[in-house]
T-cell receptor, first 116, second 111 residues
Framework: EPEVTQTPSHQVTQMGQEVILRCVPI?????FYWYRQILGQKVEFLVS????????KSEIFDDQFSVERPDGSNFTLKIRSTKLEDSAMYFC??????????????FGEGSWLTVV | AQSVAQPEDQVNVAEGNPLTVKCTYS??????LFWYVQYPNRGLQFLLK??????LVKGSYGFEAEFNKSQTSFHLKKPSALVSDSALYFC?????????FGKGTRLHILP
């Protein structure tokens, strides 16, 4: 069964360092997302991406964050200068159509980011 | 604005008993509603969704959910709980081109 894969599964980084989280969405999917979850709590939307551009972003997704689909298969989230409060589980997700169609969004297993 | 609410932080159920995890929604127009489950240290797994049609939706692992328009609810149910059902359950709603999650309900099934 196709699945969303994420790397790394866990990363520890020093405050102020840049981090890149990588994702390979399901191959025929067109919409891509990043969500985050702090300490097993609520899952928060960060950004959605379609047709090589951001379609929507939340207030969490400030200038420190960026997304890219560099090669047609990978979808990356970059945090330019990490802060302690960026420590969270980051989930990549994808879907064939946008969520407004009632389409199912499928999630990866997540990347734990710990900022020290 | 579309949103969902999960009124219970935690639900405890004895193994073999029926379980219900509550969710209410607030949407304009037709609601597209979802349930996801998260096992410890794992990602979010899709369980089921309601788009239109039959109010009783069946999903994975024997779960089902009932869409109730008059009560604006979409409660998750299972007739007989298993210890392995212990997990964090999220109700979600489509909004624009994404889905928005409720705060989650931790389900503990007691042996």
């Amino acid at each position: 069964e196709p699945e969303v894969t994420q790397t790394p599964s866990h990363q520890v980084t020093q405050m102020g360092q840049e981090v890149i989280l990588r994702c390979v969405p399901i191959s025929n999917h067109l919409y891509f997302y990043w969500y985050r979850q702090i300490l097993g709590q609520k899952v928060e939307f960060l950004v959605s991406f379609y047709n090589n551009e951001i379609s929507e972003k939340s207030e969490i997704f400030d200038d420190q964050f960026s997304v890219e689909r560099p090669d047609g298969s990978n979808f990356t989230l970059k945090i330019r200068s990490t802060k302690l409060e960026d420590s969270a589980m980051y989930f990549c997700a994808s879907s064939t159509l946008d969520g407004n169609s009632g389409n199912t969004i499928y999630f990866g297993e997540g990347s734990w980011l710990t900022v020290v | 604005a579309q949103s969902v609410a999960q009124p219970e932080d935690q639900v405890n159920v004895a193994e073999g008993n029926p379980l219900t995890v509550k969710c209410t929604y607030s949407v304009s127009g037709n609601p597209y509603l979802f349930w996801y489950v998260q096992y410890p240290n794992r990602g979010l797994q899709f369980l089921l969704k309601y788009i239109t049609g039959d109010n009783l939706v069946k999903g994975s692992y024997g779960f089902e959910a009932e869409f109730n328009k008059s009560q604006t609810s979409f409660h998750l149910k299972k007739p007989s709980a298993l210890v392995s059902d212990s997990a964090l359950y999220f109700c979600a709603v489509s909004r624009d081109d994404k889905i928005i999650f409720g705060k989650g309900t931790r389900l503990h099934i007691l042996p």
